[in-house]
């Protein structure tokens, strides 16, 4: 629900570069209009409530077994994700996760869709940090993370003029850079980096991978529900991420020895755009797993006078 209504967002610039945008999911053709309404969706969402064309697609959640979830119909949904077609209606690519809640932002899939590079959103906080050999600046492609929401880290590596830095596939007498990002709750997966140039080291005999000049890598990261419960809240207001960069920086002449540097991006935290009756239905669940818990812990003791 959250993608769909920042899709909406990002309709003017999808519906520019010629795309059109159709949602569907086995809800019922009274609730797609009612969220529709409620959110001002524009755009076409579908009901496909036997799931057939789910099926069709080859996309239905077969992890999820009938009859499965007391309190959410969860039997017949399909696994999150978009496909992306050209003008005939060929699949051109696709975006999907095995976790049903799981899913790209809405601004890191338009970015996908269209194929550009993600840009720090102008309400997102900025991390900064620097040395005198290249400075990092880091953003989110969104102003906030939501659970399970995958939004793009940017990381802008400025190197200083006449200086180069190693990239992957450097030989191993030389530090190639890497970006590690953690935090407390937050799921960071591989950084993408841009494609390097190749330096010819005629002395060497061998061209070795470097960046120069400005370099852009996109990292996508997610809140968990270590810091973001479905249905509860917020028991956080943002989460600290720290964003470490390792490289190693050399001229014409000579090399430094290997070095890093540091910052930390301070992330506001929000909720979903939750369906009806979701917070009754975790309120549910935490009940019951509490009562399980009670059970067990009372069926693994005994009264010592017996």
Known sequence: MTQLVQLQSALPTLHGAGYEVYAISNDTVERLAEFAERHSISF?????????????????????????????????????????????GTI?????????????????????????DPEPHRDAPMATTADAELSVAASLTDPTLRLEVISMMTVEIDIAHGRHIYAAGAPQAFTPVGLRVEGTGVRADAPIWPVPTALSMAELGMEVPVYTGKVRVSVPVTATSEIIRLGHGL????????????????DEYACALPTTVQTTLCVPLET??????IQSYADR??????????????????DPHD
């Open 44 to 88: 076409d969402l579908l009901a496909d409530e036997d799931s057939g064309v789910i099926r069709a697609f080859g996309i239905m959640n077969t992890l999820v077994e009938p009859g499965e979830g007391k309190h959410m119909r969860w039997y017949g949904i399909p696994y999150p994700g978009t496909f992306i077609t050209d003008a005939n």
């Open 92 to 116: 051109v690519d696709k975006d999907f996760h095995q976790h049903h809640a799981r899913r790209l932002s809405g601004p890191a899939l338009a970015h996908r869709v269209l194929g550009t």
């Open 235 to 250: 028991d956080y207001d943002r989460a600290e991420v720290t964003i470490t960069c390792s490289y190693q920086s050399c």
């Open 272 to 277: 979903l755009v939750e369906p009806p009756g």
């Open 285 to 302: 669940v935490t009940r019951e797993r509490t009562k399980a818990l009670h059970q067990g812990s009372s069926r693994g003791t005994h």
